[in-house]
């Protein structure tokens, strides 16, 4: 009976999670600075995309970009969140077209890299 309660909590929870997928810059992003130290931690690879930035959210450590499609984690073109860092926004505004490399972790990505393109 424990284990269904569990599996059904957790099929809960990843519904949620797609559902938010779209739509959810809001994760505590301050631990992730350091994991990216530690090459041996096993982590997904960075992948590459173009787009234009939307938005950027400087309390929540956000960008939202429309970003074209990256075949290499399997995503059609949309308009999402990132997590970024201060230092990685600096300089960039809302209109900017951007190349930028992110990782993606489930319902989470963050920005590895980002830069103008002219
Ligand atoms: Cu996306």
Do not use: C, Y
Request: net charge neutral; glycine share 6%.
């Amino acid at each position: 009976m424990k284990l269904t309660l569990i599996a059904v909590a957790s099929t809960i929870v990843t519904l949620s999670l797609s559902a938010l997928a779209e739509d959810m810059p809001g994760m505590k992003m301050d631990g992730m600075e350091g994991m990216q130290m530690t090459q041996d931690v096993k982590q997904t690879p960075v992948a590459k995309a173009e787009g234009t930035i939307k938005a950027i959210n400087s309390e929540k450590h956000t960008v939202t970009i429309a970003h074209g499609a990256v075949p290499a984690v399997q995503w059609p073109a949309m308009t999402m969140a990132f997590s970024a860092t201060a230092d990685q926004l600096a300089g960039l505004n809302p209109g900017d077209q951007v190349i930028f490399e992110f990782r993606s972790e489930g319902a989470k990505a963050t920005v590895v890299s980002i830069k103008k393109m002219k």
